[in-house]
């Protein structure tokens, strides 16, 4: 029997690569004859170049670059072949800095710049850019800026950085982007569909836990719609009317303008990235979870993701997952076969942590035990 192992992490409780390593080795106790394709999952957020890397057997490289707020820093990215694989959470994230310094109007993406101007040192023909866990609400200024780009105000001065300028910006410049960047590939894994402005927009849905108070928001929003209106004017992109500009900040609206990136779910990056049809199709059956499945699981999460290609191939998809929400059934449309949950019925928050490897191995346990029966059945 051969299984692809391919699930997210169980966000606060395991990684996926914990979760691949419980099921392998509840099934190598029950199975003898038993193999595995082993892909872990991030969703461009933290941990997507560990993920990539040990999916395809890359290398990390360090590079010194600066955080949101200007700060040296050593932050991780990938080489896989000629594909580099990049995190601004290794940069501009917002667990790289405290509660107390999340100052939208000052943190910058100019370490994701960096970053990329890194991977250009290396015999490179593709970037992938994971921009989940942003700190910043700079609209991608900061990176661009590290790339060359210079932003004016009305009386011709450069601006500075940070959310801050937006509003300032009258002109922008961006003749001194590297000419060999433009010839390069980029795919965002980007799994929201936030346009830059308006109320759903990057500002007025994720300011407020990068810190903005009312103020703030105010004051960001107005800088994003000016910035749209330049963006319009400088490249013929109405940012607004892609899905995803928003993302990070407005980073997918800087990635998408200035670079010719294409926004794309990180699940579809990923299969694509490890060849999942061609896997696939030399499976019996795809394992894949998550922590929580719900009727969101349908818009663009792992286990839903991973279940449609598997459709085309009449192969068949168990869901091991910490719980289920509201709905959860509805996953069963999309190519799921089962769920598995770890938890059944109200525990609580401490016995959730406490008893989590408990949980999993015993209900790992419980789908090794019920696949036996179900193959004596079918003999």
Known sequence: MHIILIPDSFKGTFSSEQVIHYIREGFEHHFDDVTFDEVPIADGGEGTVDSIVSALRGEKHLALVRDSLGRLIEASFGMCGRTAIIEMAESSGITKISSKERMPLLTSTYGVGEMILEVLKHDTDEIIIGIGGSATNDGGTGMLQALGVRFFDESG????????????????????????????????????SNPLTGPKGATMIYGPQKGANDKTLLELEAGMVNY???????VGIDVDLIDGAGAAG????????????????????ILDLVS?????????????????????SIYGKVPVGVAGRCLDFNVEVIALVGTEGDQSKVVYDHGINAIVSTIAGVISEEDLTLN??????????????????????NK
Do not use: H, W
């Open 228 to 234: 749209k209106k330049i963006l319009l004017e400088t």
């Open 157 to 192: 001065e450069i601006l500075e950085q940070g959310g801050q300028i937006l509003k300032r910006i009258r002109r922008i410049d961006a003749s001194g982007i590297p000419e060999e960047l433009k010839k390069i590939p980029i795919t965002v894994m980007c799994d929201v």
């Open 250 to 269: 407005g980073l997918g609206a800087a990635l998408v303008s200035f670079l010719g990136a294409k926004l794309k779910p990180g699940i579809e990056v």
């Open 356 to 377: 989590a490897e408990k949980r999993i191995k015993e209900s790992i346990e419980n789908l090794c035990r019920l696949l036996k029966i179900g193959m004596k059945l």
């Open 276 to 296: 999942f049809d061609s896997m696939v199709s030399n499976a019996d059956l795809v394992i894949t979870g998550e922590g929580k499945i719900d009727a969101q």
